[in-house]
């Protein structure tokens, strides 16, 4: 009943391709938006801030990042870390090296120099697929660490390898409050986000998800292998890249390569098959599933055992949360390998009818 | 000159270890069409529950044949829980399950025995062959070259396993197509029970070795990670190609970090596999030993 | 008998002296005809004679071991599948090449990618070129979406349609290409008899409003003798027959060949 879409009639192909053609998704939107723009930066605590919020916002990048790649164009990564890592030394070293370089400047530097070694890496996907090709990323992810280690003019010749990220000033204001790292971040993803959704309704879209589904038919329509794999690595790398620049600079405030390990890029291949794989808002709702999960179970673990007496130790929780991942991963996989996204939409089928019956 | 052989003969003893984890991988894979990701859990759920028991008392000989149970009874779970419910799906989601299951069982082997690292003595020590030494100049470890009688003797139980027997048979069918093996009457529960058992089997042993040789702890699960170049170079469905390939790994790795890797400020172990893996692949994309695809349009 | 509408042109494609071979296996050996502008050319023989393959050598998905391919006066000695597509070469597939995840609109709309030049940063902004662009190309998806009557199905993914719906969406997007030279492989197999009129009125709708030229797989003979201007026989990879439907048809070695005379 609520989400009924009768008489709402479109006129034009531009309203029929809009991204929200039916009237209650725009309202549904415009309240989201409201809600994050004005009622959050007033209404929550610094922890909520910098503990929940930026880290889903950043991670939602990445995993929007790995949509693009795995989800729409089909190609499997293991190393979106890897590439958020480049994102992130690149936008140190270009604060670090060019005088006066606006700090969003260095961001974009940071994606470009990502989508430049993502196209590198790319490459041997027009010769390699599936899992051969999740290999070859992992080779990746270890390489990329291992230079950012050891070559010393990435990291400044630091001695302990960890290095201060540079203060946040834009236009001479400085974002050093939770509150406005979130503001700022919450921006740049709400842009990349829209860039994303428009990408993949339009040819561009269309012509990765057909490389997905059967390259040699993509071939004979015309589409060219080669520029649609490297495009999508390089778009995905972008956004790894800038994810990973915000991943120092608003969330950590280091720019380490530890950070950046294998474990992330589970993490976020993780997000993307809880949240649904190739869709803009699975990205968004499986990160916030994987960030909030370890939050909530940590918190009902030691509420168990506040009032129960049961006296949990620390290790049982983290190889709980281990167990819970993985559980998780499995029960999304059989029950619904579309992951939430999927979930959302059947959702808003029965809200066609609900509360009727039929 | 003859540190090179030592390096070298070092370099393929520590790559038949590889090739232990590897063998699990390709019975899996041979036997099922999914590709474990969850093989090196099993190594080291396998060593830390064997030493778990010996620290409860057992004595050796009894231990060994109840974490063999042990193995077993996760087969079944896995078989029930996992692969029933995911029969006809794409690789690419078994594959991921996969990852999901060997979180789980980090998770659970450390929940049940704890997090400590332990060591292993299974009486052979990693010491040089007396005689070898003193002829040849070169060190080579008793240990290892134990480790490679038992992979071999391993290797040729399977093969024999594989191919001559009636149960091998019906796992290649199995692997090659579910729906056509059930079609013509194959249990294919049972079969997957029996694979995964045998594969827990592999694991064990391999995380006996492993453990002995690195001491039993939560790094185990990496050595996993470093068994898929050698899956690359030797073919994802070759009992002998996961020893050819693990030679070959094992080897290039340690001639690399010792003759490369002092140029380029070392640590070239953790990236030189994967990277040669990938090379390899934009030349062969099968492996040494993989079927070549060919795709029908 | 072909409807006679239309007038049949000059040669626009020429095969001369095409050879293929897999490995040991030879598919098709020293094969030449000619297809003429406008017409409808059938391709027919018993299973495994290289039919296929011969669509597959014309638009580049194979390359042949020795011959010449002539396409609208352009000789090559092979033609490869992003040049065939851009010079108006477009087919269907015998086992359906759609891509499943996605809905029959974009099925179609991927038809046309070689129309659409908007760069993917102007697609992501979706401003001004990328924007008109995306209009324009789905009014005409839209036109050939009516023309193959498939607008009820036009937001459902393909993969949940029935194969005849399924065969008629790969037509839709070879259409969408504007091509001139439509290659279709088996376009009503695993159809009944409904499904093949409403096929075959497609098809030759197609050759007589957009003088689309066709060369077509096809096993059903009344198909072939009804729509057909000339047809190419092929057998073992070798041609035993080139002609009318008529000709054709009382040729001793094609009715051999069709009743397995040892030969």
Known sequence: MIYREAGQFKASYAADSAIFPIRQDRIGIAIILALAFVVVPLTATPYLFSAILIPFLILSLAALGLNILTGYAGQVSLGTAAFMAVGAFASYNFMLRVPNMPILLAFVGGGLMAAFVGILFGLPSLRIRGFYLAVATLAAQFFILWVLTKVGWITNYSSSGVITAQRVVILGYPFSTPAAKYLLVLSIVAVMALAAKNMARGNVGRSWMAVRDMDVAAEVIGIRLMRAKLLAFAVSSFYCGVAGALYAYAYLGTVEPEAYSLDLSFRILFMVIVGGVGSVLGSFLGSAFITLLPVLLSVSVRFLDASLDLHIAESTISNLELMVFGGLIIFFLIVEPHGLARLWQIAKEKLRLWPFPH | MSFFFEVLIGGLLSGIMYSLVALGFVLIYKASGVFNYAQGALVFFAALTFVGLLELKLPFWLALPATLAVMIVLAVVIERVILRPLVNQPQITLFMATIGLSFFIEGLAQMMWGANVRGLDLGLQDEPIQWISDTTGMNISKFDLAAAGVAAVLVAVLAIFFNRTRIGRALRAVADDHQAALAVGIPLRQIWTIVWGVAGAVALVAGLLWGARNGVQYALTFVALKALPVLILGGFESVPGAIVGGLIIGASEKLAEVYIGPYVGGGIEGWFPYVLALVFLLVRPEGLFGEKIIRRI | ?263
Not at chain 3, 48 to 68: C, E, H, T, W
Request: glycine share 8%.
């Open chain 3, 1 to 263: 008998m072909a409807t006679g509408a239309r007038r049949i042109g000059e040669t626009i494609l020429k095969l001369e002296d095409i050879s293929l071979s897999f490995g040991g296996v030879k598919a098709l050996t020293d094969i030449s005809f000619d297809v003429r502008e406008h017409e409808v050319r059938a391709i027919i023989g018993p299973n495994g004679a290289g039919k296929s393959s011969m669509l597959n050598v014309i638009n580049g998905v194979y390359r042949p071991q020795r011959g010449a391919i002539t396409f609208r006066g352009g000789v090559r000695r092979d033609m490869n599948t992003h040049d065939a597509a851009a010079h108006g070469i477009a087919r269907t597939f015998q086992n359906i090449a759609l891509f499943k995840s996605m809905s029959v609109l974009d099925n179609v709309m991927t038809g046309r990618n070689l129309k659409m030049k908007a760069s993917f940063l102007e697609q992501a902004l979706w401003i001004g070129r990328a924007r008109r662009e995306e209009y324009e190309q789905r009014e005409k998806v839209e036109a050939v979406i009516d023309f193959l009557e498939i607008q009820h199905i036009r937001k459902t993914p393909v993969g949940r349609l029935p194969y005849g719906l399924q065969k008629r969406v790969e037509l839709a997007r070879a259409l969408a290409a504007e091509p001139t030279l439509l290659l279709l492989d088996e376009p009503m197999a695993g159809m009944n008899v409904e499904e093949k009129q409403d096929m075959c009125r497609f098809i030759l709708d197609v050759n007589e409003q957009y003088g689309t030229t066709i060369v077509l797989i096809e096993h059903d003979m009344g198909v072939v003798m009804d729509i057909s201007d000339r047809v190419v026989v092929l057998d073992y990879g070798k041609k035993i027959g080139d002609g009318t439907p008529e000709e054709v048809r009382a040729d001793r070695a094609v009715i051999d060949a069709y009743l397995g005379v040892a030969h």
